[in-house]
C-alpha cells in the first residue's frame, strides 16, 4: 500500500517530496551494510518495523490529500448563468457538457415594471433548485435537514409555458419540461426520491404588472414518481406483473401481524399529490419583458407506489420568465 501510495505521490509532486524521509528508509534497507555497521543495524531493526507502520499510514495520509487536492484542481466548476439571448446563439456542441443546460438564464436589470395585458403568455419559465431539505425525525423531533444530490445536473424544470392574465395575476401552466426525477441522500444515508413538479400550477397576486417584490404562489399536482407498468424486484406492478410474490401459507402464517404492510407493497398504487409553491420577483427587464427571482417549494416525496409514507420536501432556488403581451 505504501508503494501504491508513494507512486501516486511522486505522479502529483515529483520527486520524493511526498513524505520527508521515507526515499532514505527504502534506501537504507537496500544498502549491504558493513561489519561495523551490523551490530547498529540489528540495534535499530525493532525500531524500524515500528516505525515502518507508521510511515506506512503517512504515506496513505499523504497520498489521499495529494489525490484530493488534485480532484480539487481539476473539478469542473459550476457553470456560470448566462441571459437567454446569449443561450439562444450557443450551438449543441457548445452546450453540451457545459452544464449551462441546467440553469436558469439571467437577467440584466432594465427598466421599472412589466404590465400584463389580457390574453398574455409566460413562456421558457424556468425553476432552479439551489438547495434540497427534507422533514425526517432527529433528535430535537421533526425537522428539515439539508440533503445531498444524488442524481446528476438535471433536476432543473424548463420551458414551461402557460396562460397569464392581470387583475389579479394569474399564471396557469400547461406545457414544458413540467417535471424532474430527482434522489437526494439524508445524513444517515438514506436516499429520498421525489419527482420535482410544478404540473397544473396556479400562481395568483395582487396587480397587473411584474416589478421588484411582486410576490405570487399557488399549488400544483406532484404526481407519482413510478407509473403503472413499473415492476418492482419482485415483479410486482400495478397493471403488469405478480398479483403478489408470496406463497398463501406465508401470508397467513401470522395473522394479522405485518399484512397491512405486505398489503401495500403487493398492491400498487398511483399516488397524485399536491405542493405549494411561493415566488418573489427580485429583477426584471423591461426591454425584453424578462423577469426572474426567487422561489420556495413544499412537495411530498415518492411513496414507492402506496408502500411507504411521504416525507415532505422543501426546495429552494431561482426562476426565471418571459411575458409575451398579444
Same mark, same amino acid.
Given at each position: 500500500?505504501?508503494?501504491?501510495?508513494?507512486?501516486? #505521490?511522486?505522479? %502529483?509532486?515529483? =520527486?520524493?517530496?511526498?513524505?520527508?524521509?521515507?526515499? =532514505?528508509?527504502?534506501? %537504507?534497507?537496500?544498502?549491504?551494510?558493513?561489519?561495523?555497521?551490523?551490530?547498529?543495524?540489528?540495534?535499530?531493526?525493532?525500531?524500524?518495523? $515500528? @516505525?515502518?507502520?507508521?510511515?506506512?499510514?503517512? +504515506?496513505?495520509?499523504?497520498?489521499?490529500?495529494?489525490? #484530493? %487536492?488534485? @480532484?480539487?484542481?481539476?473539478?469542473?466548476?459550476?457553470?456560470?448563468?448566462?441571459?437567454?439571448?446569449?443561450? *439562444?446563439?450557443?450551438?449543441?456542441?457548445?452546450?453540451?457538457?457545459?452544464?449551462?443546460?441546467?440553469?436558469?438564464?439571467?437577467?440584466?436589470?432594465?427598466?421599472?415594471?412589466?404590465?400584463?395585458?389580457?390574453?398574455?403568455?409566460?413562456?421558457?419559465?424556468?425553476?432552479?433548485?439551489?438547495?434540497?431539505?427534507?422533514?425526517?425525525?432527529?433528535? /430535537?423531533?421533526?425537522?428539515?435537514?439539508?440533503?445531498?444530490?444524488?442524481?446528476?445536473?438535471?433536476?432543473?424544470?424548463?420551458?414551461?409555458?402557460? +396562460?397569464?392574465?392581470? /387583475?389579479?395575476?394569474?399564471?396557469?401552466?400547461?406545457?414544458?419540461?413540467?417535471?424532474?426525477?430527482?434522489?437526494? $441522500?439524508?445524513?444517515?444515508?438514506?436516499?429520498?426520491?421525489?419527482?420535482?413538479?410544478?404540473?397544473?400550477?396556479?400562481?395568483?397576486?395582487? #396587480?397587473?404588472?411584474?416589478?421588484?417584490?411582486?410576490?405570487?404562489?399557488?399549488?400544483?399536482?406532484?404526481?407519482?414518481?413510478?407509473?403503472?407498468?413499473?415492476?418492482?424486484?419482485?415483479?410486482? =406492478?400495478?397493471?403488469?406483473?405478480?398479483? $403478489? @410474490?408470496?406463497?398463501?401459507?406465508?401470508?397467513?402464517?401470522?395473522?394479522?401481524?405485518?399484512?397491512?404492510?405486505?398489503?401495500?407493497?403487493?398492491?400498487?398504487?398511483?399516488?397524485?399529490?399536491?405542493? @405549494?409553491?411561493?415566488?418573489?420577483? *427580485?429583477?426584471?427587464?423591461?426591454?425584453?419583458?424578462?423577469? =426572474?427571482?426567487?422561489?420556495?417549494?413544499?412537495?411530498?416525496?415518492?411513496?414507492?407506489?402506496? +408502500?411507504?409514507?411521504?416525507?415532505?420536501?422543501? %426546495?429552494?432556488?431561482?426562476?426565471?420568465?418571459?411575458?409575451?403581451?398579444?
Amino acid at each position: 500500500m505504501a508503494r501504491y501510495a508513494a507512486a501516486a #505521490g511522486c505522479c %502529483l509532486l515529483a =520527486g520524493n517530496a511526498f513524505v520527508p524521509g521515507m526515499l =532514505g528508509q527504502h534506501e %537504507l534497507k537496500n544498502q549491504s551494510p558493513s561489519a561495523a555497521d551490523a551490530r547498529m543495524l540489528a540495534a535499530e531493526t525493532v525500531e524500524d518495523n $515500528q @516505525a515502518e507502520a507508521a510511515w506506512s499510514w503517512a +504515506s496513505v495520509l499523504s497520498a489521499s490529500a495529494a489525490l #484530493g %487536492l488534485m @480532484a480539487a484542481v481539476v473539478a469542473p466548476k459550476p457553470a456560470d448563468a448566462i441571459t437567454a439571448e446569449q443561450f *439562444s446563439q450557443l450551438t449543441w456542441s457548445q452546450t453540451r457538457g457545459s452544464g449551462l443546460a441546467n440553469r436558469c438564464a439571467t437577467i440584466d436589470p432594465a427598466g421599472k415594471e412589466i404590465p400584463v395585458k389580457t390574453g398574455a403568455r409566460l413562456v421558457n419559465v424556468c425553476f432552479e433548485p439551489k438547495s434540497f431539505a427534507v422533514e425526517t425525525k432527529t433528535v /430535537n423531533g421533526m425537522e428539515f435537514v439539508t440533503t445531498r444530490l444524488v442524481t446528476g445536473q438535471t433536476y432543473t424544470i424548463d420551458y414551461v409555458v402557460g +396562460s397569464l392574465e392581470p /387583475n389579479p395575476m394569474t399564471f396557469k401552466e400547461e406545457d414544458g419540461m413540467d417535471f424532474q426525477a430527482v434522489t437526494v $441522500q439524508l445524513p444517515n444515508a438514506q436516499r429520498v426520491p421525489f419527482l420535482f413538479s410544478i404540473k397544473q400550477l396556479v400562481a395568483k397576486g395582487e #396587480g397587473s404588472a411584474f416589478k421588484p417584490g411582486f410576490t405570487w404562489g399557488g399549488e400544483f399536482t406532484v404526481p407519482s414518481y413510478r407509473t403503472g407498468g413499473f415492476l418492482d424486484p419482485k415483479g410486482r =406492478g400495478m397493471y403488469t406483473g405478480y398479483d $403478489q @410474490a408470496t406463497a398463501l401459507p406465508g401470508l397467513q402464517a401470522d395473522g394479522k401481524e405485518g399484512q397491512e404492510a405486505l398489503f401495500k407493497e403487493t398492491n400498487k398504487v398511483y399516488d397524485i399529490g399536491k405542493g @405549494a409553491l411561493e415566488m418573489e420577483v *427580485s429583477k426584471i427587464n423591461a426591454d425584453l419583458n424578462e423577469i =426572474g427571482g426567487v422561489f420556495v417549494s413544499k412537495q411530498p416525496s415518492d411513496t414507492d407506489m402506496g +408502500s411507504l409514507a411521504p416525507k415532505t420536501v422543501l %426546495l429552494k432556488g431561482i426562476f426565471y420568465g418571459k411575458v409575451v403581451n398579444p
